[in-house]
């Protein structure tokens, strides 16, 4: 389990820092804008890899609460509709003028369904630091405005939603090889 939250400490961290925008301004002003981005794009996949590698090494500790099983039989729509948003939020689509924050939206309806599914002490670790971390970075997103307006496109939301649903289909079908749990009954 130290790894897995290691992982996640250093991946939020590093994404919740424009949260602080002194923060960020004074990191920027040290690094540069590239050399921010740079080291914001290592310590990202470093911590990624951490979440991964400390997710599988951890045992799945106590059961904290019984899985939901509405959470177990949306899972595959709820996930469906998370990854058009995932899509849509760097597309110019109208999808995305709508929501401002669809990729946020759509790791919130992910951690969610996966943290009522599952119930173990690593999933409510994981799954609840990214529910967290949703919330807190929609908040502050809004409170900062930080949607840029755009002129959205039908065909930009006609890419979001097949590419969220090839997306879909495909963690469907390598989600039981690649964490153990079959998706579809």
Do not use: C
């Amino acid at each position: 389990m130290p790894l897995l939250v290691a992982g996640l400490v250093l991946f939020i961290g590093v994404h919740l820092l424009p949260v602080l925008p002194r923060g960020r301004l004074a990191v920027v002003g040290r690094l540069g804008e590239k050399r921010y981005k740079g080291a914001f794009t290592l310590m990202s996949f470093a911590g990624l890899a951490l979440i991964v590698g400390g997710y599988a090494a951890a045992a799945p500790g106590a059961r904290l609460f019984a899985p939901s099983r509405a959470a177990i039989a949306i899972a595959p729509y709820a996930m469906t509709l998370s990854l058009i948003l995932f899509a849509a939020a760097n597309l110019r689509s109208h999808i995305r003028q709508f929501l401002k924050h669809p990729m946020l939206l759509g790791l919130g309806i992910w951690a969610s369904v996966h943290l009522l599914a599952n119930g173990d002490t690593r999933g409510t670790v994981l799954f609840g630091s990214f529910l967290a971390f949703a919330v807190v970075d929609l908040v502050s997103a809004v409170q900062r405005h930080t949607a840029k307006p755009f002129t959205p496109s039908a065909r930009h939301d006609l890419i979001a939603v097949a590419a969220g649903i090839l997306a879909a289909l495909l963690v469907m079908v390598l989600h039981p090889f690649l964490f153990g749990v079959a998706v579809l009954g």
